[in-house]
């Protein structure tokens, strides 16, 4: 298509006719000839400064070097982008020229390449020439910045300001302006990626290659049609420019069209050269300019198609709370992690949960995220980059959850990896709430180094080890001990089916339980917390185990104190069913609630008769001796003088006290008094080959044995073994342990064991009944089997092959009356006693789905088994690690959760001691002191045998659990908080 041509004046068409343009070809090569020039004096200059004495060049320099060098150094930062205005500069220049680019588009729309105008009566000369003294001070700066001229000279700016500022300062003296080589500034775009990182907008590689490869190709595009646009609309001098098109007839616009059309190598044809020029330059352009286009699209293709999928930038909403999940995302610890948090059990949880990981989710990980995608929102990126803190608005997170591999093959890099992502979350953004997944108790330690980590924003370590060991060693104390404390931190619906066993029935119909804090009544102020329990159990339904301090107070938890009272707004740790059950220990009011049988009906208190009530409270017994804080003498609860403090207290003979007093001055504890300690042992001293075993009388203790390899990651069996020394617990009722498991591996966890006392070793295997009969498993209190092995990549859930094969080899041994090892189990007598057979087992396995192997009472056909459900898990028998996923968000939802079971499970440990033990050198020794007798006063889980304690009268049929409990709270101050049936 041939355009009309404009219709022009008769000077501005005689001026075209003059053709001038020659003058400003010129200037541009007696500016280029002088810059050469000066190249040529600079390298004879320093080659006869090279020739002159060292130290005449050395006085020279002094006293110039100084000055030239601050100068030089001043500019270079200017100009580098490293600064702030350096910054500011780069953007400022780039912004002139892409300003005196579009002069350039506008001046080609008039359709004439030279004309006789004067700088005054044209608006776009004007602001050109303003431009150009901009770029020549910026070519000053950059000259006086470069170390060296022939670098400077062969840069792309200063080619273009060379090319492009002498033909402009010419027109203005001429009177005449050619837009010639003007399009030259066009190459300025390829600075463009340069100017996008010193402002920051560009960081990752894939975003700097994409910018670089569009601002090349725009660049030369944009180049390449001005300079035909030139040729064409000149015309060849050797043609005497008859060849030439008429003005306004080939357009800057139809320029790029045809060099498009070009590339493409479509070739329309609609225009094509008409000069000798055009067509010669149209080779080199299919040569250069195709070619580049053809390496260069597949790659920007490439780069479009690998944009990260999830690189977004996550909007908070004012209305709803989100939590951050990083560390190690996968499928396995996502799903279950989401299964517990938005459980139906949770009621309304009003929270979104954003997941930040370095890769991309897989194909079955994309799949949780579609179905999910309500509530869930993933980001690609690392808690280690601020950038990445920012997108995911960290700042305004309700909390960041950081998620450790429970099956790293190295705990140590694991944690420290884990602790890192906290340090540079505290770094941007203190104030955030931060609850991380550890491997090694240890390791808790460097968290009390980060300034920004405090408890009392609720900022918690959960220590994987310490909380599986801990309950699995109290079970070993309380058999099915794991299996309450399991499930009331994690959520489950009450959901009993007809064709269910009684026995399940009657679990599950109280499994449903979860610890939830509640601030208690003004009408319990004044009682002590026995009173409160028995209270709350026999009318509200609540299980009280524990008080807590406000955080400004301390926020210490007291589980189960003696004789502690009440006071105003504190707060009590009930294990119920719902949060709408707990408040009804905030609604309960003595006057209006006395004669409510129906807990339901217990609501907020209406008639206003509190402040009556609190002073009631506070003159205690003064007004009727016979009434105590509004309660009948029917319901008054026994309070005993004796100050002992736990779950489970018992009576003493006169003959055990002695021997009690006697086995003091031999006892030792540790520096704080929590545990029994012993002088450093040898493991060689504490071995005991097979033979030394066999002939060796042991009963109720305790076999730990373990799977394991020379080059394992070690366990941390110090977690397992403290609770059973805790020294709340007399020496003399101390279970002997005996190790069983590769050597080499026991030794590498022996230095955190050495301590300890009544440890024993054995080099052996789990699974060879010669060792087991030796170390009397038959006869022990519990048999702990662990393992130490990774699972598999290629079959992951194989990595508990060895343990439930162990389990199954030691259910069907059979065991004589004699300690003979003697694997023929065919001379065993028929008539032996069940009981002789029958191993107290605890089974630590890596993934849940794998307790269908252990249950012989149901078939479990699904992959998607839930633990609790079970027979091993309701039993006390197996344990799974998936189920310590749920304390993650059982802390989140309630802070308390974890400090309650923490105190429970880990037998006293306490914040010195964590720094203690950080230091590697295990436990040490303390002198008995008044606070070391003191520690050793609290409180206690253990087993309590009805039928052989004194309240025998209450194991026969037809006896009330509430009548137990009420009876125990008041006679020994005991809280019985399950029933554990055979």
């Known amino acids: 298509m041939v355009h009309s041509p404009f219709n022009f004046t008769e000077e501005q068409v005689a001026c075209q006719e003059e053709r001038e343009w020659p003058l400003f070809i010129y200037s541009v090569l007696a500016t280029v000839g002088v810059c050469i020039l000066l190249v040529l004096i600079q390298k004879i200059i320093k080659s006869c400064c090279n020739k002159i004495k060292d130290s005449e060049k050395t006085e020279s320099s002094l006293g110039s070097s100084s000055f030239v060098s601050e100068i030089q150094e001043w500019a270079e930062g200017i100009n580098s982008g490293s600064t702030f205005s350096g910054r500011a500069l780069v953007v400022f220049i780039f912004l002139c020229n892409v300003a005196a680019m579009v002069v350039y588009l506008v001046d080609t729309a008039s359709g004439l390449l030279e004309e006789c105008v004067s700088w005054e009566d044209r608006l776009t000369i004007q602001i050109d020439f303003a431009l150009g003294i901009i770029f020549s001070l910026h070519f000053l700066l950059r000259l006086v910045a470069a170390e060296h001229f022939t670098t400077f000279l062969s840069s792309t700016a200063t080619i273009v300001d060379l090319v492009t500022l002498p033909p402009l300062f010419l027109s203005v003296w001429l009177g005449r302006t050619w837009l010639g080589l003007r399009c030259f500034r066009f190459f300025i775009l390829i600075n463009l990626p340069n100017v996008l990182v010193y402002v920051r907008l560009l960081e990752n590689s894939s975003s700097i290659r994409f910018a670089q490869l569009i601002s090349q190709i725009i660049g030369f595009l944009l180049w390449a049609a001005g300079f035909i646009y030139l040729l064409e609309n000149q015309g060849d001098p050797f043609h005497d420019y008859e060849n030439a098109r008429p003005a306004g007839e080939f357009r800057y616009v139809d320029a790029i069209w045809f060099l498009l059309i070009t590339a493409s190598t479509v070739g329309y044809g609609d225009f094509f050269p008409l000069t000798d020029l055009g067509k010669i330059f149209g080779i080199f352009y299919l040569a250069l300019g195709v070619s580049a286009f053809a390496s260069m699209l597949p790659e920007i293709a490439e780069l479009v198609g690998n944009q990260p999928k999830y690189a977004g930038t996550y909007k908070a909403n004012s209305q709803k709370q989100f939590i951050i999940v990083c560390g190690n995302i996968t499928y396995s610890t996502v799903s279950g992690f989401l299964a517990d948090f938005f459980h139906p059990a949770r ?79 505290k770094n941007y953004c203190e104030g955030t709430r931060c609850i991380i997944q550890l491997l090694h108790y240890h390791n808790k330690s460097y968290l009390l180094n980060i300034p920004g980590w405090d408890w009392r924003r609720d900022d918690q370590a959960v220590c994987l080890n310490e909380v599986k060991f801990g309950m699995l060693a ?11 404390a399991s499930n009331i931190i994690s959520a489950s619906l009450l959901h009993i089916m007809p064709e269910m066993p009684k026995w399940k029935k009657e679990y599950l119909s109280t499994s449903n339980k979860v610890i939830l804090a509640e601030t208690f009544s003004p009408t319990f102020v004044g009682l002590t917390f026995q009173e409160v329990a028995e209270i709350v159990y026999l009318r509200l339904n609540l299980v009280l185990i524990a008080m807590e301090a406000r955080k400004y107070e301390g926020g210490q938890i007291w589980i189960n104190p003696r004789n502690r009272k009440i006071t105003p707004n504190a707060i009590g740790l009930f294990i119920t069913a719902s949060s709408d059950a707990a408040k009804r220990v905030w609604f309960y009011c003595r006057v209006c609630h006395e004669h409510v049988e129906d807990v339901e009906e217990i609501k907020k208190c209406s008639c206003k008769r509190l402040a009556k009530a609190r002073y009631e409270y506070f003159n205690y017994g003064k007004e009727n001796p016979d009434q105590r804080n509004g309660f009948s003498n029917k319901q008054e609860l026994i309070k005993k003088e004796e100050p002992i403090e736990g779950l489970r207290k018992r009576k003493k003979s006169l003959s055990e006290a002695d021997h009690g007093r006697s086995e003091t001055a031999k006892m030792r504890f540790d520096g704080t008094g929590c545990f029994h300690w012993c002088g450093s042992q040898s493991i060689s001293d504490c071995t005991l080959t097979r033979q030394d075993a066999t002939v060796t009388m042991f009963a109720g203790h305790i076999v730990i044995t373990i799977f394991a390899e020379d080059e394992n990651p070690v366990l941390g069996l110090r977690n397992l073994v403290m609770p059973l020394r805790a020294s709340n617990i007399p020496y003399g009722d101390l279970r002997h342990i005996i190790i ?167 037998g006293g440990a306490t914040i010195e001691l964590e720094k203690s033990l950080a230091e590697g050198a295990g436990l040490r020794g303390g002198y008995s002191t008044p606070e070391v007798e003191a520690a050793k006063n609290r409180i206690r889980v253990d087993e309590i045998v009805l039928r052989e304690s004194q309240w025998s009268r209450y194991a026969e049929y037809g006896a009330r659990f509430s009548d137990l409990f009420s009876a125990a709270i008041r006679e020994q101050g005991t809280l019985c908080l399950a029933i554990n049936r055979l």
């Open 347 to 425: 009621e309304d949880v009003n929270c979104e949960v954003v997941f930040l990981n370095k890769l991309e989710p897989d194909l079955e990980f994309e799949g949780l995220l579609k179905r999910e995608k309500t509530r869930v929102t993933y980001f690609q990126g690392t808690m280690l980059s601020a950038m990445d803190l920012q997108r995911v608005c960290a700042e305004k997170a309700a909390a960041v959850l950081v998620m450790c591999d429970k099956f790293s093959t190295d705990p140590t890099r694991e944690d420290a990896s884990n602790i890192m992502r906290v340090i540079s979350l």
């Open 474 to 484: 109290q079970s070993c104390l309380a058999p099915g001990f794991f299996t309450m």
């Open 740 to 906: 069983l498991g590769n050597m080499e591996f026991i030794k590498r966890e022996w230095k955190l064991l050495a301590n300890m006392p009544k440890i024993s070793v054995m080099d052996g295997s789990p699974s060879n009944r010669a060792d087991l009969r030796a170390v009397k498993v038959n006869l022990c209190r519990t048999c702990v089997i662990l393992s130490a092995k990774a699972p598999d990549k290629a079959e992951p859930v194989l990595a508990d092959k060895e343990i439930i094969m162990a389990a199954l080899n030691i259910k069907s041994m059979k065991f004589g009356g004699s300690f003979l090892n003697d694997e023929d189990d065919d001379d065993m007598d028929e008539e032996e006693d069940p009981e002789m057979n029958h191993v107290n087992l605890l089974l630590d396995l890596s993934f849940v789905s794998n307790v269908r192997y252990l249950d012989d009472q149901e078939m479990h056909m699904s992959d998607h088994l839930e633990l609790y459900k079970t027979l091993p898990f309701a039993s006390g028998t197996a344990m799974a690690k998936g189920i310590l996923d749920s304390l993650m968000s059982a802390t989140y939802f309630n802070a308390s959760a974890l400090k309650l079971l923490r105190q429970m499970v880990t």
